[in-house]
């Protein structure tokens, strides 16, 4: 079966810090991968996608995400953090071709301004 | 607005009482998903439609969670007999039809079981 492990449940950085939020998933064959944003009072939208293509995917907001297929990853970067940036982050994937998506348990971040 | 559509916002109501809840999709999106989220908790996948194929149903918890999708429009989940456990928001999501298309989210119902 498929799952979706994010390592860290709470980040609290100060502005400027760089962000990278580990994701790793467990499915053998192709997958589509997704960042999403739940800004606070907000509903969940998505940030990022992979399903073929260049490994290194460019969202919204200056966030960046890429995909190691050996290492079945999709960490999920930004250089540097605004106080806007604060919000919790889902990193999902389902079987290409399939709709049966499958979400990490989220990390809740918090910038400091 | 032109985006997914959830009600009630809130449900309160006591344990063994049956509860429904509606998504209204965005217009033309034939896949509909439907998630539960407790407390400090991720999403959890319940079940999906997608166009006129057999939904897939593999995340419903028990036989007293059902839902029901007329064509690729409103789509219902019903909980029978409630319990605490249900307790948590239960997020409706649609999309159009590639499976690597993104999915737009409604605001959910707060479900909470006395």
Redo the contacts between chains.
């Keep these: 079966a498929q799952s979706v492990s994010?390592h860290n449940h709470h980040v609290i950085l100060s502005e400027a810090a760089s962000l990278e939020l580990g994701c790793n998933y467990s499915y053998g064959g192709t997958v589509?991968l997704?960042w999403?944003v739940q800004y606070p009072g907000q509903?969940?939208?998505?940030l990022l996608?992979y399903?073929?293509g260049d490994p290194l995917v460019k969202g919204i907001k200056g966030f960046e995400a890429e995909f190691i297929k050996s290492k079945f990853s999709f960490n999920l970067r930004k250089p540097s953090v605004q106080w806007s940036d604060t919000a919790e982050y889902?990193c999902?994937v389902?079987?290409?071709?399939?709709?049966?998506?499958?979400?990490?348990?989220?990390t809740r971040l918090f910038v400091k301004a | 607005g032109a985006g997914v559509s959830q009600s009630p916002s809130n449900k309160v109501t006591e344990k063994g009482k049956d509860v429904e809840l509606r998504c209204d999709p965005i217009s033309g999106h034939t896949a509909l998903y439907w998630y539960r989220q407790r407390l400090g908790q991720g999403l959890e996948f319940l079940i999906y439609f997608q166009g006129n194929s057999a939904p897939d149903k593999s995340g419903l918890p028990s036989d007293r969670f059902s839902a029901e999708r007329t064509g690729e429009s409103v789509s219902t989940l019903t909980i029978q007999r409630t319990q605490q456990e249900d307790s948590a928001v239960y997020l409706c999501a649609s999309s159009i039809q590639d499976s690597n298309q993104p999915q737009h989210f409604g605001d959910g119902t707060r479900l909470s079981i006395l």
């Design positions: 994010q589509n997704f999403y509903h969940l939208q998505l996608k399903f073929s889902f999902a389902n079987a290409s071709g399939g709709f049966k998506t499958i979400f990490g348990a989220g």
